[in-house]
């Protein structure tokens, strides 16, 4: 198992380039098995969560591989599985994603229930309430969700609202398996993530009917088929608000490109409001901080809001406040495992219920620490680039499901950080 020891507090100075996006492949990978045909994916990154949804297709009956140039082939002419396997959807509880393109192309899925994970509970019931509200008959067997469609499925209104906003894979499974149904098909309450668009924009280039593209309302006019694509996967907005809050923890200047500003405005606006630079240029943007930063208060919301997938990063950044932050997350109020993690390198964290206090402290010191899921270790990388000592991140495992070899990409803007083998 690999460790990081990180060695700090460094300045760091130069660029670096955002991959393509995590949230935006998955589901698009799974969408192209819609297809009887070839596809090219492009920008889809190096990640251990693609590698298991490769995988998971390669069960399928679709085949994977990647080209010198690094581009990702799927041919999905053959689809002759209509498994989810438990074993697989362990690993990872995106790969829910398969239900609606499976259901759509092989009228019948039999995808394993996700369990609960580091980050909360996370049911599917959306998932399934909006799959049958386009006809599918859904049952529970054995831990596996079985859906059927023998007749195809039919056009619908379907209303994603849950207690917690809308849902990103539970929209991106009931907009790809409305592009085969018979009729028009009116998502409400759909989830707006700039993810939830590119799969859309993809799924357009395959051939299908959406309209309303990044609003909450998207309008699916069912077609007969849907061909094989070439598409370039969007920029990870979540690891270029990383990236950018390192240079904010570090009080450095750094050049992030390959971002989408457009799609990172709530972002945007703390960062400034903190004190901290952000400014705009041809492909990206440069982040600049100049000693500490200010508190804030920062709610977790579906998008345009503040992302979940930034909270842990921004209150590694904000323990390092010349002040009081109040943190709440209300996308997943459990997602607080790096808080013990964080008071172990001697931040100042007090959680009550879905709410952090946030006690900015003058300085971290580092520790040994556990990363418990993808985005909380990013934000005990961010920690050990601050903290004075050696951090030693244990199950980095977590990080590599989301930033390709992150401390080969922050070690030459002057960060110290090695990565061990236990
Ligand atoms: N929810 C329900 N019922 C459902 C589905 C969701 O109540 O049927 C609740 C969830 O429990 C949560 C909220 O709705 O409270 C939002 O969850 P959502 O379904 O939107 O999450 P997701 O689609 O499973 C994706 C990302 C997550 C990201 C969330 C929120 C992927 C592969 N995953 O998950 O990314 O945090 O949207 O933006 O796209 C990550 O990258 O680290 C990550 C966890």
Known sequence: MDVFRIEGPVRLSGAVSVNGSKNASLPIMAATILAAGKSTLKSVPHLSDITVCGELLGQ??????????????????????????????????????????????????????????????????????????????????????VAEAPKGLRGAEVFMGGPFGSTVLGTANILTAATLAKGRTVIESAACEPEVADLA?????????ISGIGSPRLTIEGVKELEGVEYEVIADRIEAGTFMAAAAITSSEVQ????????????????????VTVEANGCGCTVAADGSVKPADITTQPYPGFPTDLQAQFMALLSLADGNSVIIEKVFPDRYMHVAELNRMAADLRKEGPVVIVAGVKKLIAAPVMASDLRASAALVLAGLAAEGTTTINRVYHIDRGYEKIEERLNPLGAKIVRESV
């Open 256 to 275: 992030v490109r390959n971002c989408r500003l457009d799609d990172m405005m709530a972002v945007v606006h703390k960062l400034r409001s903190i004190g």
């Open 201 to 209: 924009n993809c799924l357009n280039k395959m051939g299908a009917k």
């Open 60 to 145: 399928l009956g679709c085949k994977l591989t990647r080209s010198a140039n690094g581009d990702l082939c799927m041919d999905s002419t053959v689809i002759d599985n209509y498994v989810g396997d438990y074993e697989i959807v362990r690993k990872m509880r995106a790969s829910i994603c398969i239900l609606g393109p499976l259901l759509a192309r092989c009228g019948r899925a039999r995808v394993s229930m996700p369990g609960g994970c580091a980050i909360g509970d996370r049911p599917v019931n959306l998932h399934l309430r909006g799959l049958e509200a386009l006809g599918a008959e859904i049952h529970l067997d054995g831990g596996y969700i």
